[in-house]
């Protein structure tokens, strides 16, 4: 038997096995039969009456999403976490993008953190793509599990502006200090748990530096370093 003979055995082999596993693949509890499953994901998925369903492997739903009539997401979209099926996040896309309020949740049902979009505000430049897509647009919070405010701030077409904040699970506040297009500007503070000064920097409006200077806990001075100066420490 030639090499090619062979390989048309094991490929017909492997293609009559795939097509076979396929036919006898047994749906969880929930999932439609005529969803596709996704391999790479793990996922089932279903595109219906312009929505799109996605499943866990084990059955439970993780998404309904609003389809527009050329299958792009467009409207009220919903994820779910897998354990126990409460909201994940949720909010609304404007031909794919996300738009208008979007909530996070912790799997308790507490709100994680809570950003606006806008669908016609999206930076251009190039940045690193980790949870931000570019086009936050407006107020932003992100909580502790317990239901405390861990930090707040502004977006404006993707970028970080004004005045953010940021708290220890205590409440008390750990730093406070302006952005302009992420760009630290103005006095920025920082302190420690207990509500003392720990460290002030300054930058002009053009977000250059002027100077740190860094406290010890007891208030006394630690370092100092001005712009064009080096840094001087007790």
């Not at 994901?41 to 595109?47: A, D, E, H, R, W």
């Not at 996040?89 to 309020?101: I, P, Q, R």
């Not at 647009?137 to 970028?159: A, F, P, Q, V």
């Not at 720990?198 to 100077?211: D, L, P, R």
Request: aromatic share 20%; charged share 25%; proline share 3%.
């Amino acid at each position: 038997m030639n090499k090619l003979s062979i390989f048309l055995i094991t490929s017909l082999t492997f293609f009559f096995t795939y097509c076979n596993t396929e036919n006898q693949m047994k749906y969880p509890n929930g999932v439609p039969t005529d969803a596709k499953f996704d391999r790479k994901k793990n996922i089932f998925t279903l595109v219906k009456d312009q929505h799109e369903y996605t499943w866990y492997e084990s059955g439970q739903l993780y998404s309904d999403c609003a389809l527009n009539t050329i299958g792009i997401r467009h409207g009220e979209c919903n994820y779910f976490f897998e354990a126990n099926g409460k909201p994940l996040s949720k909010g609304s896309f404007v031909n794919s993008l996300k738009d208008g309020l979007w909530y996070w949740y912790f799997p308790n049902g507490n709100i994680y953190y809570k950003q606006y979009f806008n669908h016609a505000k999206r930076r251009t430049d190039f940045w690193m793509e980790t949870n931000l897509l570019g086009n936050e647009h407006g107020s932003y919070e992100r909580y502790y599990e317990n239901g405390k405010l861990e930090e707040r701030g502004e977006y404006d077409t993707g970028y970080k502006t004004g005045k953010w904040e940021k708290f220890y699970r205590s409440g008390q506040l750990e730093f406070a200090g302006s952005y302009l297009r992420d760009n630290k500007v103005g006095s920025w503070k920082f302190y420690y748990p207990n509500g003392k000064l720990e460290a002030e920097e300054n930058f002009t409006a053009k977000s250059e530096f002027v100077s740190r200077v860094t406290y010890f806990p007891n208030g006394s001075l630690n370092c100092q370093n001005f712009k064009d100066t080096a840094l001087e420490c007790r």
